[in-house]
């Protein structure tokens, strides 16, 4: 912790502004869009262009897609039908959805709400399965469901599960008898004044929207196609916004602030909406340890509130969340107590690189948090084959090697933008924890797991579980998630 120069407004705007050029020029992401939000007041910086190929002036009324970050909103709809009284978090899935089923029929017998909104659902997570675009895409997924692997137990070790959302997105879609879009509108983005955030490219196409950059070596490549998939709606694969709307959304988690009521008079009087009734606090109160802080400095330890990260400092509390689509990435997040918000959107498949600098910075100079002093440990050439190996990719014909070079492990983690592979070093700072030092990934936090016999079990990448591939392994062994969607 540290105590910082207290600033002018003018003096820390035009400073974050510096810092966001100054970042912009070391990643060349190309283009961002940024929100600073403090007591003072909100700041909006925009920088670069939609697109590379047909370049326009990135504003702040520009779309770009917020991936996860829209899981908040499926959370935020659940507490709103929760408020209303139609239905509770911790009731059973089954309740809703009497015919629900998963391989394992006592998980789906016993998942509730909350374990789909705090990813303890152990099914394989990541299951991205393009069901069309009609209004039953929810449902045909959550028949493809039915067949995917339990990789770990019912709240067993946590690792992120974006399947369970669309579980969740299909309670939200029975209990209200609507699409869960229009669903998520009526209950959260019209009382909040959101009308720039929408699900479906034939609207979003008729406003400035920025297009997807995958970085491949060093270029950045159009991505092709500006790609949304319906079925991975409630999980982030469709939701797009622009800073200025979620500079609502942050005011309204950290204060409650809704959008002014039509005070014409005329006719008969508006009920409050919903989410007016939302027990806020709650979404963010601790449901469980997740291991290292996924938006927290490198190697603090974090939880998940209903689909908040929760990172607890000193002198301020931190929620945040994160998204990643093909070729764009967004980073968001609060902190309620002292009333200061971070937004960051970017269409570069390096932004969380840049995003996670800038943040640092906002909470440095800002908050007034700085980085604990990381531990570090050597492990001995033995400790180091253990580790080494590889790691199954679910769902894809892929895998994650792990291997020792002079004396460094290293991660061989398949680019699918490219058709490569990135080299990841780490360094260790605890035995079986490490953190990913230097390039685009710089910072990223590294687990190894072992079972109770003390063999490594599954290597944990940020929020991920990959398990360990051994030589007996049969066909049916679980494979897990792309490491790109986040």
Same mark, same amino acid.
């Given at each position: 912790m540290t105590t910082t120069t207290r600033r002018t407004s003018s003096e820390l705007v035009a400073a974050f502004e510096q810092e966001a050029q100054r970042l912009m020029d070391e990643h060349r992401v190309p283009g961002v869009t940024l929100g600073l939000l403090t007591p003072d007041g909100d700041h909006f910086v925009n920088l670069g262009v939609t697109s590379l190929e047909n370049p326009l002036p990135v504003t702040s009324d520009t779309i770009f897609q917020i991936g996860s970050t829209t899981k908040t909103l499926t959370s935020l709809t659940i507490a709103a039908l929760e408020a209303q009284g139609k239905l509770k978090r911790d009731d059973t899935v089954r309740t809703y959805l009497p015919d629900f089923k998963l391989k394992d029929g006592s998980v789906a017998e016993q998942l509730t709400i909350l374990d789909t909104l705090t990813h303890q659902?152990?099914?394989?997570?990541?299951?991205?399965?393009?069901?069309?675009?009609?209004?039953?895409?929810?449902?045909?997924?959550?028949?493809?469901?039915?067949?995917?692997?339990?990789?770990?137990?019912?709240?067993?070790?946590?690792?992120?599960?974006?399947?369970?959302?669309? @579980?969740?997105?299909? @309670?939200?879609?029975?209990?209200?008898?609507?699409?869960?879009?229009?669903?998520?509108?009526?209950?959260? =983005?019209?009382?909040?004044?959101?009308?720039?955030? =929408?699900?479906?490219?034939?609207?979003?196409?008729?406003?400035?929207?920025?297009?997807?950059?995958?970085?491949?070596?060093?270029?950045?490549?159009?991505?092709?196609?500006?790609?949304?998939?319906?079925?991975?709606?409630?999980?982030?694969?469709?939701?797009?916004?622009?800073?200025?709307?979620?500079?609502?959304?942050?005011?309204?988690?950290?204060?409650?602030?809704?959008?002014?009521?039509?005070?014409?008079?005329?006719?008969?009087?508006?009920?409050?909406?919903?989410?007016?009734?939302?027990?806020?606090?709650? *979404?963010?109160?601790?449901?469980?340890?997740?291991?290292?802080?996924?938006?927290?400095?490198?190697?603090?330890?974090?939880?998940?509130?209903?689909?908040?990260?929760?990172?607890?400092?000193?002198?301020?509390?931190?929620?945040?969340?994160?998204?990643?689509?093909?070729?764009?990435?967004?980073?968001?997040?609060?902190?309620?107590?002292?009333?200061?918000?971070?937004?960051?959107?970017?269409?570069?498949?390096?932004?969380?690189?840049?995003?996670?600098? *800038?943040?640092?910075?906002?909470?440095?100079?800002? =908050?007034? @948090?700085?980085?604990?002093?990381?531990?570090?440990?050597?492990?001995?050439?033995?400790?180091?084959?253990?580790?080494?190996?590889?790691?199954?990719? @679910?769902?894809?014909?892929?895998?994650?090697?792990v291997e020792v070079r002079d004396g460094v492990l290293t991660l061989l983690i398949p680019d699918t933008a490219s058709g490569g592979v990135k080299d990841a070093a780490l360094r260790f700072i605890a035995p079986d924890q490490a953190i990913i030092d230097g390039g685009d990934m710089d910072g990223y936090a590294i687990d190894f797991l072992r079972d109770a016999q003390g063999q490594v079990e599954f290597l944990k990448v940020v929020v991920r579980l990959y398990p360990r591939e051994h030589a007996d392994a049969g066909t049916d062994t679980p494979t897990l998630p792309a490491l790109e969607e986040v």
């Amino acid at each position: 912790m540290t105590t910082t120069t207290r600033r002018t407004s003018s003096e820390l705007v035009a400073a974050f502004e510096q810092e966001a050029q100054r970042l912009m020029d070391e990643h060349r992401v190309p283009g961002v869009t940024l929100g600073l939000l403090t007591p003072d007041g909100d700041h909006f910086v925009n920088l670069g262009v939609t697109s590379l190929e047909n370049p326009l002036p990135v504003t702040s009324d520009t779309i770009f897609q917020i991936g996860s970050t829209t899981k908040t909103l499926t959370s935020l709809t659940i507490a709103a039908l929760e408020a209303q009284g139609k239905l509770k978090r911790d009731d059973t899935v089954r309740t809703y959805l009497p015919d629900f089923k998963l391989k394992d029929g006592s998980v789906a017998e016993q998942l509730t709400i909350l374990d789909t909104l705090t990813h303890q659902g152990g099914f394989q997570g990541d299951l991205f399965e393009d069901t069309g675009d009609g209004d039953d895409a929810l449902a045909r997924v959550l028949d493809i469901l039915a067949e995917a692997p339990q990789v770990v137990p019912l709240r067993g070790h946590w690792s992120y599960n974006n399947a369970g959302f669309y @579980v969740a997105g299909r @309670v939200i879609e029975v209990v209200t008898g609507l699409t869960w879009e229009a669903a998520v509108t009526e209950l959260v =983005l019209k009382p909040l004044g959101m009308d720039h955030t =929408l699900f479906f490219p034939n609207e979003i196409m008729t406003h400035r929207f920025a297009a997807g950059h995958n970085k491949i070596d060093e270029a950045f490549v159009v991505q092709r196609p500006w790609q949304m998939m319906r079925s991975a709606g409630p999980a982030g694969a469709t939701c797009s916004s622009t800073v200025t709307d979620m500079a609502k959304y942050a005011h309204f988690i950290m204060d409650g602030t809704l959008a002014a009521q039509d005070s014409s008079g005329e006719g008969e009087a508006a009920e409050p909406a919903p989410l007016a009734a939302v027990d806020r606090p709650r *979404l963010w109160a601790p449901v469980r340890p997740i291991g290292i802080a996924i938006n927290g400095f490198p190697g603090e330890r974090g939880h998940i509130g209903q689909s908040w990260f929760i990172d607890q400092y000193d002198d301020a509390m931190v929620l945040s969340h994160g998204g990643t689509t093909l070729g764009q990435q967004s980073d968001f997040w609060v902190s309620p107590d002292r009333k200061v918000g971070f937004i960051a959107m970017t269409n570069g498949s390096n932004g969380h690189a840049y995003n996670r600098k *800038l943040s640092e910075w906002v909470k440095r100079e800002v =908050l007034g @948090v700085t980085p604990p002093e990381t531990g570090t440990h050597q492990p001995s050439e033995d400790e180091l084959n253990t580790l080494a190996g590889s790691y199954l990719v @679910v769902g894809q014909p892929m895998k994650i090697n792990v291997e020792v070079r002079d004396g460094v492990l290293t991660l061989l983690i398949p680019d699918t933008a490219s058709g490569g592979v990135k080299d990841a070093a780490l360094r260790f700072i605890a035995p079986d924890q490490a953190i990913i030092d230097g390039g685009d990934m710089d910072g990223y936090a590294i687990d190894f797991l072992r079972d109770a016999q003390g063999q490594v079990e599954f290597l944990k990448v940020v929020v991920r579980l990959y398990p360990r591939e051994h030589a007996d392994a049969g066909t049916d062994t679980p494979t897990l998630p792309a490491l790109e969607e986040v």
